[in-house]
């Protein structure tokens, strides 16, 4: 009778710990590693957009804080600078436009004419330069149009004027021009503006430095990108290697 006791008793702990085993989930260790993340991906070339920038006759070009191009022609001719960009959202975009200008009159051409701005943007994801964006002078003359006794008024650019928590809230909205109005020369037809127009302040004759400001929320062509923007501070999987013959 004593065996068959025990032999009941260990029948009951085998199927207790079968149950146990099939019935609940192990538990984790304390000392396990923790669960792993996917790690972030290094970007490529298709992660890009493509920017076409147009100035009469300059510009500095910053996205979310950064300078990211320059105009390299700071007078004529006229030229499109056209770059690769790794887009994050929301995007804040500020840019510095200067129409060729003498600092003490405010002309061109050893001081025998008023010159004129111009400024127009493309990106690759759909953003265009429009009235939307906002538009501020710090610099503008001939004063009264007065050409015999030229002169130039100005106001500094404030320190953060191309930053992302900049209040440009107090600023006017650009003002839109046509094609027949800012004359854009032959390079500027050899790119992709479609859609975007061209924007100044409201004098496009007498204003000669100008910022303009806007903020992207998202994607205008509405397509998902992977933000890539704290890639510095992971270590990113590179993307995959070809074959070796």
Request: glycine share 6%.
């Amino acid at each position: 009778m004593k065996k068959f006791a025990r032999f009941a008793v260990a029948v009951v702990a085998l199927v207790g710990a079968a149950w146990l085993s099939h019935g609940q989930a192990p538990r984790e260790r304390a000392d396990a590693p923790p669960p792993q993340t996917a790690k972030p991906r290094k970007p490529q070339m298709s992660d890009t957009i493509k920017a076409n920038v147009y100035a009469d006759n300059w510009f500095m070009l910053y996205i979310n804080g950064e300078l990211v191009a320059v105009d390299s022609i700071k007078f004529i001719p006229h030229n499109v600078v056209s770059v690769d960009l790794l887009p994050s959202y929301p995007m804040t975009i500020a840019v510095l436009a200067k129409d060729n200008a003498d600092p003490k009159t405010g002309m061109e051409y050893a001081n025998t004419n008023i010159g004129d701005g111009g400024f127009i943007l493309k990106f690759g994801d759909g953003t265009v330069t429009s009235a939307s964006w906002k538009a501020k002078r710090f610099s503008w003359g001939p004063v009264g149009h007065d050409t015999k006794n030229p002169k130039v008024e100005s106001i500094p650019l404030p320190d953060n004027w191309y930053a992302v928590d900049f209040d440009d809230s107090q600023w006017s909205h650009a003002k839109e021009f046509t094609e027949e109005q800012v004359n854009p020369k032959q390079t500027y037809f050899d790119y992709d503006f479609k859609g975007a127009k061209f924007i100044w302040t409201d004098d496009i004759d007498l204003d000669n430095t100008v910022v303009f400001r806007t903020v992207v929320k998202t994607a205008p062509d509405g397509k998902v990108r992977q933000d890539f923007t704290n890639l510095n501070n992971t270590v990113p999987d590179g993307p995959p290697k070809k074959p070796k013959k």
